[in-house]
């Protein structure tokens, strides 16, 4: 008997904890309205930007506590071997449900071919095109692929820039004054530059810092010199096959390079510094001069504080043309096509760059938002560097690529150029001989 | 003359037992299918080379064991799977893709044939940094094996702290290279560095200058870390090897009037051959593949000064995207170590007769 009225006992109040929590569970109702359908969904994202972990993981707890959806932000770093995870991965088809992708075109063009990355262009274009026009257009071209595209990719837009950035130059404030130069007055051309760096070797300050090791830095500056001396078009052509680098023109970009070293105007051991050493050699006002990205507001704040530095354009060498900059999408997120939750990272990324999120992280991360209605909490540092946004292009929205083994010796040679090992017109010779070779072997 | 190849071949195979013979087979379709896949691309083909390999294997241990007792065999055959997964299975898949142009992205791959391989031929670069690989293991051969011989042969004496200097001498080769790499590339700093700064300390400010970034220095300076670096590995077989030699020998040799050069020429280098053999094979492996350090160090650069092999095959599949390309190269140079690593055995054991 009591055996049975404990059983009863146990099963009557199994019954009222279960319809009092359904009543609680209800009660919670309108706020909670879409949890059943989201919570629970998980989301994953590879990234390798080490400075925004902690930025990352707050903004997926404040997702999670909106949505119901926990959102994973995998670190891989460094670059390189996050760049080999991904092909990796995409070999395997084991992609996460959002990822960044480091490369060339033709590297975001093979992932897309291979059905890796979904097309955005209809998140986009919804209600009028309200994601659309929120960000920057030039982030946004990085991303997209136009009709006719040399890839032959679907066009469309393909990924969403959650920063911008572009590569200029930054210059010591504090070295220019102590070489009596006006801290308030960069030089503006070549001429202006060359007297600049001999007042500021004659003070014993070294000049122009940069991480020349890494060649794509290197190419950097060069194509924006090129583009300078000669304009866009003519870069092309010579992409095209139909203009040679012994072309006057490039004799000259690649002179510039040896007038720098002739002059002692580049840092002691360049060819071989990596740009995180040439930070480092800027930061601790070792070089009065560094090439570097709009990353670095964020990097030299870490290592110098108090470092007082301004941003400038590289100087002309041709005042008729404008000086273009390497920049746009600083680092963008790909949704993988085939992931189950592709709605929902295709939501969170809108959730990501807007302003809210945006101003979030680029107070935290000092970086340039992608957001264009993001403003007040830029530092002025910041501020002038995105002042350099119109000048903005970048390799991955030029019309034609260069073939990567002439990119290679382009930047390997003005390596040998500043050792003293090669003439300008030798590696022009050198280069339109390699060039005739690759595009012979295209055809 | 091929006639009579196939006459031995044929009598070679006549006279084996059974086993051999299945073995031998098996292996000569294996090798006759991959010679078609040389120059005809079929999946059929492909399974059928790995196959072959894998059942070869798998029959060898099977008529070893069998013999003896059938769970032995089951014992064996989880290794075997492995071996055959993650060792045969790469290999194939590798010489697969030599004969491809491929991004390493797309589904699509195009069958190249021969034209990757000839391609190498062709790529100056390529050979200089073999070349670069061949000065690094030149100094390794001579002044890491050097340095490791001497510091065995003093640690293999009744020294005060033996123990101490061979735990000292291991440290280096523990070290991760990343790190001793960015250790070195500040003491060779043209500015700041320590190397620099002590030349100023004894006078010789001449002498200073950016180590790393001078093409005449750079690649002298990685083989020299390379070598410090690696020292240690060889330093301890050395010494194990010393070790082996019984006392006695040395007791004999000075009773019959020899001196320490005659002791050393006549007992410790014949019985070290074997010893000497198998540092050699390995300074030649390790230096051949040294990769990280000059990542950390230079970058492969100033220009092409310290590429060696493995920043030539990574910058063609991750720089390029040509991962057909960079397989053939990885398998060129495969080829190349194995030749080398022949020769040196054969020359050992004609050093050993004589």
Not at chain 1, 87 to 116: M, S, T, V
């Given at each position: 008997m009591m055996n049975r009225l404990?059983?009863?006992?146990?099963?009557?109040?199994?019954?009222?904890?279960?319809?009092?929590?359904?009543?609680?569970?209800?009660?919670?109702?309108?706020?909670?309205?879409?949890?059943?359908?989201?919570?629970?969904?998980?989301?994953?994202?590879?990234?390798?930007?080490?400075?925004?972990?902690?930025?990352?993981?707050?903004?997926?707890?404040?997702?999670?506590?909106?949505?119901?959806?926990?959102?994973?932000?995998?670190?891989?770093?460094?670059?390189?071997?996050?760049?080999?995870?991904?092909?990796?991965?995409?070999?395997?088809?084991?992609?996460?449900?959002?990822?960044?992708?480091?490369?060339?075109?033709?590297?975001?063009?093979?992932?897309?071919?291979?059905?890796?990355?979904?097309?955005?262009?209809?998140?986009?274009?919804?209600?009028?095109?309200?994601?659309?026009?929120?960000?920057?257009?030039?982030?946004?071209?990085?991303?997209?692929?136009?009709?006719d595209n040399p890839?032959?990719?679907?066009?469309?837009?393909?990924?969403?820039?959650?920063?911008?950035?572009?590569?200029?130059?930054?210059?010591?404030?504090?070295?220019?004054?102590?070489?009596?130069?006006?801290?308030?007055?960069?030089?503006?051309?070549?001429?202006?530059?060359?007297?600049?760096?001999?007042?500021?070797?004659?003070?014993?300050?070294?000049?122009?810092?940069?991480?020349?090791?890494?060649?794509?830095?290197?190419?950097?500056?060069?194509?924006?010199?090129?583009?300078?001396?000669?304009?866009?078009?003519?870069?092309?052509?010579?992409?095209?096959?139909?203009?040679?680098?012994?072309?006057?023109?490039?004799?000259?970009?690649?002179?510039?390079?040896?007038?720098?070293?002739?002059?002692?105007?580049?840092?002691?051991?360049?060819?071989?510094?990596?740009?995180?050493?040439?930070?480092?050699?800027?930061?601790?006002?070792?070089?009065?001069f560094a090439f570097n990205g709009s990353w670095c507001v964020n990097v030299y704040h870490g290592m110098n504080p108090s470092l007082d530095y301004g941003v400038m354009l590289p100087p002309k060498v041709n005042l008729k043309n404008p000086m273009y900059i390497w920049g746009g999408a600083g680092s963008s997120l790909l949704v993988n096509d085939r992931s189950a939750v592709k709605e929902e990272a295709v939501t969170f990324l809108k959730w990501l760059t807007a302003t809210e999120q945006q101003a979030y992280l680029s107070e935290t991360t000092r970086n340039l938002p992608s957001n264009r209605k993001v403003s007040g909490s830029i530092p002025e540092i910041l501020a002038d560097f995105s002042k350099g946004m119109d000048n903005v292009t970048h390799p991955n929205i030029w019309p034609v690529n260069e073939l990567p083994k002439v990119i290679e010796r382009f930047d390997k040679g003005i390596q040998s150029i500043i050792i003293g090992e090669k003439t300008p017109e030798g590696l022009a010779e050198e280069l339109a001989k390699l060039k005739a070779e690759e595009m012979a072997k295209q055809k | 003359m091929i006639a009579e190849k196939i006459k031995q071949f044929y009598n070679l195979m006549h006279n084996a037992t059974p086993k051999q013979k299945v073995i031998g087979t098996v292996l000569f379709l294996a090798a006759l299918e991959t010679f078609f896949l040389l120059f005809h691309d079929?999946?059929?083909?492909?399974?059928?080379?790995?196959?072959?390999?894998?059942?070869?294997?798998?029959?060898?241990?099977?008529?070893?064991?069998?013999?003896?007792?059938?769970?032995?065999?089951f014992f064996v055959v989880p290794a075997l799977l492995i071996f055959s997964i993650f060792y045969i299975y790469p290999f194939f898949k590798v010489l697969q893709l030599s004969h491809h142009a491929w991004d390493g992205i797309s589904p699509k791959m195009t069958f190249v044939g021969l034209s990757n391989f000839f391609e190498i031929m062709k790529d100056r670069i390529w050979w200089v940094s073999m070349g670069n690989a061949g000065y690094i293991t030149l100094i390794a051969l001579t002044f890491q094996n050097a340095l490791a011989l001497a510091l065995a042969l003093a640690c293999d004496r009744q020294i005060r702290a033996k123990n101490f200097y061979r735990v000292i001498f291991f440290i280096p080769p523990v070290l991760s290279e990343v790190v001793v790499g960015l250790i070195w590339r500040w003491i060779y700093d043209g500015d700041y560095g320590f190397l620099n700064y002590t030349l100023g300390l004894l006078g010789l400010q001449h002498?200073?200058?950016?180590?790393?970034?001078?093409?005449?220095?750079?690649?002298?300076?990685?083989?020299?870390?390379?070598?410090?670096?690696?020292?240690?590995?060889?330093?301890?077989?050395?010494?194990?090897?010393?070790?082996?030699?019984?006392?006695?020998?040395?007791?004999?040799?000075?009773?019959?009037?020899?001196?320490?050069?005659?002791?050393?020429?006549?007992?410790?280098?014949?019985?070290?051959?074997?010893?000497?053999?198998?540092?050699?094979?390995?300074?030649?492996?390790?230096?051949?593949?040294?990769?990280?350090?000059?990542?950390?160090?230079?970058?492969?650069?100033?220009?092409?000064?310290?590429?060696?092999?493995?920043?030539?095959?990574?910058?063609?599949?991750?720089?390029?995207?040509m991962f057909g390309y960079a397989c053939a190269q990885g398998l060129t140079f495969g080829v190349i170590l194995m030749m080398v690593s022949f020769a040196q055995m054969g020359i050992s054991r004609k050093l050993k007769q004589a």
């Open positions: 404990g059983i009863f006992k146990k099963t009557l109040s199994s019954l009222s904890l279960f319809l009092l929590s359904t009543v609680f569970m209800s009660g919670c109702g309108t706020q909670g309205a879409q949890r059943p359908q989201t919570a629970g969904k998980k989301i994953v994202v590879w990234h390798w930007m080490t400075d925004r972990e902690e930025a990352f993981q707050e903004l997926a707890k404040r997702y999670e506590a909106k949505t119901g959806i926990k959102v994973v932000f995998e670190l891989y770093a460094p670059s390189d071997a996050y760049s080999q995870k991904v092909r990796a991965a995409a070999q395997a088809r084991a992609l996460p449900d959002i990822f960044g992708l480091l490369g060339e075109k033709r590297d975001f063009a093979a992932f897309i071919k291979a059905g890796h990355v979904a097309n955005l262009t209809g998140a986009m274009e919804e209600q009028g095109g309200a994601w659309k026009n929120l960000l920057y257009e030039k982030a946004l071209a990085v991303n997209e692929f136009r009709t890839y032959g990719v679907e066009a469309g837009i393909y990924g969403v820039p959650i920063d911008v950035m572009n590569i200029q130059m930054v210059y010591n404030k504090k070295l220019f004054q102590k070489a009596g130069l006006d801290p308030a007055r960069p030089p503006k051309d070549w001429a202006e530059f060359v007297a600049d760096c001999q007042k500021l070797k004659e003070a014993g300050t070294q000049g122009l810092v940069s991480g020349w090791g890494e060649i794509w830095m290197i190419d950097c500056l060069a194509s924006n010199f090129a583009f300078n001396i000669m304009g866009p078009d003519k870069v092309f052509a010579t992409i095209r096959g139909e203009v040679p680098y012994t072309d006057p023109d490039w004799v000259k970009v690649f002179s510039l390079f040896k007038e720098m070293a002739d002059r002692g105007m580049l840092a002691s051991g360049i060819v071989t510094m990596v740009n995180k050493t040439a930070e480092q050699n800027f930061a601790n006002e070792r070089s009065a | 079929s999946a059929v083909f492909w399974v059928l080379a790995y196959g072959s390999v894998t059942l070869a294997l798998l029959f060898l241990v099977l008529a070893n064991l069998i013999k003896k007792s059938l769970s032995a065999f002498l200073a200058h950016n180590w790393l970034s001078d093409p005449n220095t750079a690649l002298t300076c990685v083989a020299i870390i390379h070598s410090w670096k690696g020292f240690g590995w060889g330093f301890m077989i050395l010494l194990a090897g010393l070790q082996t030699i019984p006392k006695e020998l040395y007791e004999a040799a000075k009773v019959d009037g020899a001196n320490v050069w005659q002791s050393f020429k006549n007992v410790t280098i014949p019985l070290m051959i074997p010893v000497f053999v198998l540092v050699m094979i390995l300074t030649i492996l390790g230096s051949m593949q040294a990769f990280v350090l000059i990542l950390s160090m230079t970058g492969g650069g100033p220009g092409y000064h310290t590429e060696v092999p493995v920043t030539r095959i990574l910058a063609s599949m991750q720089g390029s995207s």
